[in-house]
T-cell receptor, first 115, second 110 residues
Framework: DVKVTQSSRYLVKRTGEKVFLECVQD?????MFWYRQDPGLGLRLIYF???????EKGDIPEGYSVSREKKERFSLILESASTNQTSMYLC??????????????FGPGTRLTVT | RKEVEQDPGPFNVPEGATVAFNCTYS??????FFWYRQDCRKEPKLLMS???SGNEDGRFTAQLNRASQYISLLIRDSKLSDSATYLC???????????FGQGTELSVKP
């Protein structure tokens, strides 16, 4: 069974704080992803990584950075949290796609509130 | 125009009803297609892939129309446990990046 874990289920931070969200997967997946999910907007991709020390910007990378020093771990960093970063953050991992056979496995999410 | 568009609902149906969700995508070069299910306050999980010839998994049938860039999900004999948000998902290229629709909420009532 694939397991993706995230460091916190709920987090409350103040504006301007540096925030670290950690994600760990135990299935030796090459790909890892960070999304945020907001009502009416669905899931939006922030950053992704296809390998250790590799990262690529998603659709909304502004205000975020990532780190992938080990294959199983992908960290999302908010350098200076702002109230518009209040959201549900979801991490996912996957093997590379093989034709139409492809699945991303999600962690339980971290609900971040920035006050 | 959004890359993947869905009717957000909510769809409120009685148990036993048949319900259909539709989804359109904008990138005609999209490679593969999926439906994910997300329960309230839970993470999304793959429900089924969508193949060009259409495919069925029990009470669930998925169809793809590449010419119209349209995907559908049909649920027959709805159960209370089918209540969830259904996400239409598209893989636009050969890589692993997915584009998610905003989801369609289904509520099945007794």
């Amino acid at each position: 069974d694939v397991k993706v874990t995230q460091s916190s289920r709920y987090l409350v931070k103040r504006t301007g704080e540096k925030v670290f969200l950690e994600c760990v997967q135990d299935m030796d997946h090459e790909n890892m992803f960070w999304y945020r999910q907001d009502p009416g907007l669905g899931l939006r991709l922030i950053y992704f990584s296809y390998d250790v020390k590799m990262k690529e910007k998603g659709d909304i990378p502004e205000g975020y950075s990532v780190s992938r020093e080990k294959k199983e771990r992908f960290s999302l960093i908010l350098e200076s949290a702002s109230t518009n970063q209040t959201s549900m953050y979801l991490c996912a991992s996957s093997l590379p796609p093989r034709g139409s056979s492809y699945e991303q496995y999600f962690g339980p999410g971290t609900r971040l509130t920035v006050t | 125009r959004k890359e993947v568009e869905q009717d957000p609902g909510p769809f409120n149906v009685p148990e036993g009803a048949t319900v259909a969700f539709n989804c359109t995508y904008s990138n005609s070069a999209s490679q593969s297609f999926f439906w994910y299910r997300q329960d309230c306050r839970k993470e999304p999980k793959l429900l089924m892939s969508v193949y060009s010839s259409g495919n069925e998994d029990g009470r669930f049938t998925a169809q793809l129309n590449r010419a119209s860039q349209y995907i559908s999900l049909l649920i027959r004999d709805s159960k209370l446990s089918d209540s969830a948000t259904y996400l239409c998902v598209v893989n636009p290229a050969q890589g692993g990046k997915l584009i998610f629709g905003q989801g369609t909420e289904l509520s099945v009532k007794p």
